[in-house]
Each structure stands twice: as C-alpha cells, then as structure tokens.
T-cell receptor
Framework: NAGVMQNPRHLVRRRGQEARLRCSPM?????VYWYRQLPEEGLKFMVY????????ESGMPKERFSAEFPKEGPSILRIQQVVRGDSAAYFC???????????FGSGTRLTVV | AQSVTQPDIHITVSEGASLELRCNYS??????LFWYVQSPGQGLQLLLK??????LVQGIKGFEAEFKRSQSSFNLRKPSVHWSDAAEYFC???????????FGTGTSLTVIP
C-alpha cells in the first residue's frame, strides 16, 4: 500500500522557468492538499482539491501558481516564471475525507537559482 | 483567528530524560489536534491525534499528548527520550468543518548522549 508519492524529490529551476510538482495520493484518498514550508518555518496551506475541483485556494499566491487534480492522474502544482523566493519544500498530503488526518508525502524541494 | 504557537524553537535533552514539547492553539471551532514529526529531508509523520473523548492520547514511538481545553494546550510528552527521537516536531490544529490545518513553526529536538 504505497503512501503519498511526490516527484521529483528535488527540483532545480532557473529564474523565469516553470516548475511542475506532482502528487499521487494514497489509494482510496480523494482529498489532496498542498502545503509550502519555507526555511525554518512551519507549513503553510496553499490549496485543497478533490478530483477535478479546487475546493479552497485561499493560500495560493494570486499570480504564477496554479493547481489541478484531474480525473485521471496525479495532482499537479504548477509554478510559472519561478523566482528565488519560491525556493521551498512543497508537501502534498491526502486524506479520505475532509477534516481527517493527513498522510504526507516526502515533499519536493524546489531550488531556484 | 486560527493559529498554533510552539514557544520552544529548540530543545536539547539527554538520552533517557523526559521530554515535554509545548503547543498552544487558537481556534474558533471544536479543534482536531495533531502532532507530526519530521526528520531531516523527509516528510511529516503523524505521531498522534485528538478528535474527541479521552483527553490523554497515546501515539506511536512512546509519545503521548494531553488536551487541556481550559489552557488551549496540547503538549507532547515522552518519559524517556531515545537518540532516534532527534527531529523537528510540529503541532497542528484543524476541524472536520475546515479546509486546512494550521501548523506551528516547529520545535527542533536535539538528543545528547
């Protein structure tokens, strides 16, 4: 029973490039959450999705960031025209229902050079 | 406003000593409370959770936590720390009606022989 799978584990992008982060939830989990962890800070909520729907994106920056969770395939967090301040660890979590405890993936560590 | 405070940024204990990590929260609804542990470069692993019922909850790896509603606290304890417990510990609060969990900034635990 695989857990939450995130890839890549590490991603290096030059300023101005696009970053795509993937997350496959645990089997049977239809709720996906993305969190960002800046150096020496806690996790900050970005977006909450169910299949084909964005439920809450109140934590997403207004520009350059987008997320999707298609009917088939993983959830994608997309960052366009990355800047140095986007360097962080991005964690995906999934749950079987709203408010249930999360299972976290191992994260994608994005470095913008 | 919803928030979690972990007053201790860094704690150092000797192996075999007892441990208590503090967590205070502010939340408008009946809270769900969680403790997660993060090893360097890894994702977050759930140690324990409180939804309702007995206010003293047992978790994995010998950890326990006590919910005190009057103090808005959910402190994590372990009677005898092992070197492998060295990690970052995060307290989080949420609710079954909410779309996100709120995380504290974490407490870094160092264990000395």
């Amino acid at each position: 029973n695989a857990g939450v799978m995130q890839n890549p584990r590490h991603l290096v992008r030059r300023r101005g490039q696009e970053a795509r982060l993937r997350c496959s939830p645990m089997k049977g989990h239809s709720h996906v959450y993305w969190y960002r962890q800046l150096p020496e800070e806690g996790l900050k909520f970005m977006v909450y999705l169910q299949k084909e729907n964005i439920i809450d994106e109140s934590g997403m920056p207004k520009e350059r960031f987008s997320a999707e969770f298609p009917k088939e395939g993983p959830s994608i967090l997309r960052i366009q025209q990355v800047v140095r301040g986007d360097s962080a660890a991005y964690f995906c979590a999934s749950s079987p229902g709203k408010g249930a405890s999360y299972t976290f993936g191992s994260g994608t560590r994005l470095t913008v050079v | 406003a919803q928030s979690v405070t972990q007053p201790d940024i860094h704690i150092t204990v000797s192996e075999g000593a007892s441990l208590e990590l503090r967590c205070n929260y502010s939340y408008g609804a009946t809270p769900y409370l969680f403790w997660y542990v993060q090893s360097p470069g890894q994702g977050l692993q759930l140690l324990l959770k409180y939804f309702s019922g007995d206010t003293l909850v047992q978790g994995i790896k010998g950890f326990e936590a006590e919910f005190k509603r009057s103090q808005s606290s959910f402190n994590l304890r372990k009677p005898s720390v092992h070197w492998s417990d060295a990690a970052e510990y995060f307290c989080a609060v949420g609710a079954n009606t909410g779309n996100q969990f709120y995380f504290g900034t974490g407490t870094s635990l160092t264990v000395i022989p």
